[in-house]
């Protein structure tokens, strides 16, 4: 039975929280220029690793604590993540959460979770003038690289044998970890992704329903 063994690696802009919040930072704090870095990733002109250091250096490292105040009180997260987490921890099924965003806003959410959740996510270095990104797990030589923080290597680091691997997400920063799942339960881009690549996947909006669907997953990987 492949019951015990279910490795669960979500997604939080967008997935865990409702919206990406690192856009919403973005568009509060990063001056108009960003928007053209934004367009320009957008494009695959620019990778997201390049794009996403590009626009938080140019925001000065004075205003990091408005940041962390502001992404706190602006993310919302999606229904039933607590619930679903409840199933986890009754079923054994491991569960990671890898972020593309930042620990200031990803730690207060899993907070009351730590006894199931592992976490990997990016923090910012706010001691020169302007903000630099630290990247949490970058790209392993397996990648093509421009990850930021790598999904896939974190997947390879972190995947034990014989576990049915179950990817959680929302965005095109998905589509290498997707690849490399049993089962994907998807939303937004990811989903026209998973359907365009013929990836096993489910639709979800909340997590109710990622946690009712979860032994169809498991049973279909
Ligand atoms: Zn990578």
């Given at each position: 039975?492949?019951?015990?063994?279910?490795?669960?690696?979500?997604?939080?802009?967008?997935?865990?929280?409702?919206?990406?919040?690192?856009?919403?930072?973005?568009?509060?704090?990063?001056?108009?220029?960003?928007?053209?870095?934004?367009?320009?990733?957008?494009?695959?002109?620019?990778?997201?690793?390049?794009?996403?250091?590009?626009?938080?250096?140019?925001?000065?490292?004075?205003?990091?604590?408005?940041?962390?105040?502001?992404?706190?009180?602006?993310?919302?997260?999606?229904?039933?993540?607590?619930?679903f987490v409840a199933l986890c921890r009754?079923?054994?099924?491991?569960?990671?959460?890898?972020?593309?965003?930042?620990?200031?806003?990803?730690?207060?959410?899993?907070?009351?979770?730590?006894?199931?959740?592992?976490?990997?996510?990016?923090?910012?270095?706010?001691?020169?003038?302007?903000?630099?990104?630290?990247?949490?797990?970058?790209?392993?030589?397996?990648?093509?690289?421009?990850?930021?923080?790598?999904?896939?290597?974190?997947?390879?680091?972190?995947?034990?044998?014989?576990?049915?691997?179950?990817?959680?997400?929302?965005?095109?920063?998905?589509?290498?970890?997707?690849?490399?799942?049993?089962?994907?339960?998807?939303?937004?881009?990811?989903?026209?992704?998973?359907?365009?690549?013929?990836?096993?996947?489910?639709?979800?909006?909340?997590?109710?329903?990622?946690?009712?669907?979860?032994?169809?997953?498991?049973?279909?990987?």
């Open positions: 039975m492949k019951h015990s063994q279910v490795a669960f690696y979500c997604d939080f802009d967008g997935t865990i929280a409702e919206r990406d919040m690192v856009g919403v930072i973005l568009r509060r704090f990063a001056p108009p220029e960003a928007e053209r870095i934004v367009a320009e990733v957008n494009a695959k002109r620019r990778t997201v690793k390049d794009g996403v250091e590009a626009m938080f250096g140019l925001i000065p490292s004075n205003v990091f604590p408005d940041m962390e105040q502001y992404a706190r009180e602006q993310t919302k997260l999606r229904p039933g993540f607590d619930a009754e079923k054994r099924w491991r569960l990671t959460v890898v972020s593309g965003g930042f620990d200031f806003f990803v730690y207060p959410v899993v907070a009351p979770y730590r006894d199931v959740v592992k976490v990997y996510c990016n923090s910012l270095d706010a001691t020169g003038a302007y903000l630099k990104v630290k990247w949490g797990v970058p790209c392993d030589t397996a990648c093509d690289g421009g990850c930021g923080l790598c999904k896939p290597t974190v997947i390879r680091k972190t995947l034990q044998a014989g576990e049915t691997l179950v990817v959680i997400g929302d965005g095109v920063t998905d589509v290498k970890q997707a690849k490399l799942a049993d089962f994907v339960f998807a939303r937004d881009k990811l989903l026209a992704e998973c359907k365009a690549l013929g990836l096993p996947h489910a639709k979800f909006e909340t997590f109710y329903d990622i946690a009712r669907h979860s032994y169809l997953a498991v049973e279909e990987a």
